[in-house]
Nanobody, 122 residues
Framework: QVKLQESGGGLVHTGDSLRLSCTVP????????TGWFRQPPGKERKFVAA????????YYEDSVKGRFTISKDSAKNTLYLQMDGVRPEDTAVYYC???????????????WGQGTQVTVSS
């Protein structure tokens, strides 16, 4: 189900920063976990980061830990992914998602955005 909308992707160089944004329906943050997934060319969609409806409950995939920061602004109904120190292997279509479980598995999320392309050159 496409109910979310990502923005902020683009072409950047190694070491650059990007901030992705995702608008979510009103009330999503009160009941759902929200997160980011990415799908590199020719590969499966994989977990990046998630943030729970429980304050402070956040989880990152190991390769982005310390480089990416997930956050949300409830007043703006917006989820963010701050990407610092990007690498070529970060190149992928990035998707935001919402679901009733705090999970690293895409099948546990039932609302998705259309994706935004992030390309990192060396």
């Amino acid at each position: 189900q496409v109910k979310l909308q990502e923005s902020g992707g683009g072409l950047v160089h190694t070491g650059d920063s990007l901030r992705l944004s995702c608008t979510v329906p009103e009330g999503t943050f009160r009941t759902d976990a929200t997160g980011w997934f990415r799908q590199p060319p020719g590969k499966e969609r994989k977990f990046v980061a998630a943030i729970s409806w429980i304050p402070g409950d956040i989880y990152y995939e190991d390769s982005v830990k310390g480089r990416f920061t997930i956050s949300k602004d409830s007043a703006k109904n917006t989820l963010y992914l701050q990407m610092d120190g990007v690498r070529p292997e970060d190149t992928a279509v990035y998707y935001c998602a919402a679901g009733r479980q705090m999970s690293e598995y895409p099948e546990h999320y039932d609302m998705w955005g259309q994706g935004t392309q992030v390309t990192v050159s060396s």
